[in-house]
């Protein structure tokens, strides 16, 4: 009897080319990586080891020197991380919150007003106050100086995130579904938060990183609004350490303990280790929404 012969499988790749795609992939990966472990290394090794040969993946003297003057701040330092990761979270729950249903709204065809809040939400893409009448509605109208709201109000709402939402849930989400929810009687926060919100897992997990990173990197306005010690972000209060410093750099000349202060103050590696405490946390975030990812890819949707 004649062999009868499997049909091809075009979806299995072959041994070469199965170790070839991973061994470019895991390249591109590296590369992805090797700055930040780079940064790493450079923030443990010895500051005048640093000086004398540059800078070198296996140092010739390891040090946490820059680490220890960072810390010198003590309870500032967790204190501004505390705040930080206080602002990050409210913040990003908030900004989602306030988001999504924006978005939703104008992404509904029954929506009366939804070309007009549209245009709204576009034109603060192309046109703004300027920062003297944003200082002056934050300041005096809302009383939000040297306070958190001052730190998550101003970056609540995002105009370029409602329109990526907004264009999710036109494209993503069958009308079917709130009609189905229509039927059974739920009104529109029960459509969104029982039916909508689960199949937007993936578009509403990009927004939360980028409000996440958005939140975790501000600086600017902590410099606008904040005088409180106990209020400094982490972000703020590094670039304050590192004013500091270029501060002393620039004056040591005229001080008698010039020469001694430049010794015992480890300048490059510090910028390195401010670095490293300010991105290290959040290279955390990543994994945490990417679960999310995965979850609203695997969701059900309505055949139609």
Known sequence: ??????????????????????????????????????????SFTDEKTLARNGYSLLPEKWSVDAYSYLFKAGDQLLRSYGVTILVTVVGTVISLIMISLFAYAISRKGFKYRN??????????LFNGGLVPSYIVTTR??????????LILPLAVNAFYIMIMRTFFSTMIPDAIVESGKIDGAGEFGIFFRLIVPLALPGLATIALFSTLGYWNDWFNAL?????????????MLMRIENSMQFILANSNN??????????????????????????????????????????????????
């Open 224 to 236: 606008l609004y904040i005088d409180d010690p106990n209020l400094v972000p982490l972000q703020s």
């Open 141 to 150: 109208l809302l009383g939000l100086e040297n306070s958190l709201w001052a």
């Open 1 to 42: 009897m004649a062999s009868i012969s499997k049909p091809q499988d075009f979806h299995r790749l072959s041994p070469f080319w199965n170790v070839l795609f991973n061994l470019i992939a895991g390249i591109f990966a590296l590369a992805c990586v090797f700055p930040f472990l780079f940064v790493m290394i450079i």
């Open 116 to 125: 007009f809040f549209s245009f709204l939400a576009f034109f603060t893409m």
């Open 255 to 304: 001080t008698s303990l010039g020469v001694g202060v430049l010794q015992s103050m480890p300048q490059d590696t510090s910028r390195m280790a401010m670095v490293v405490l300010a991105t290290g946390p959040i290279v955390l975030a990543y994994p945490f929404f990417q679960r999310y990812f995965v979850q609203g890819l695997t969701v059900g949707a309505v055949k139609e």
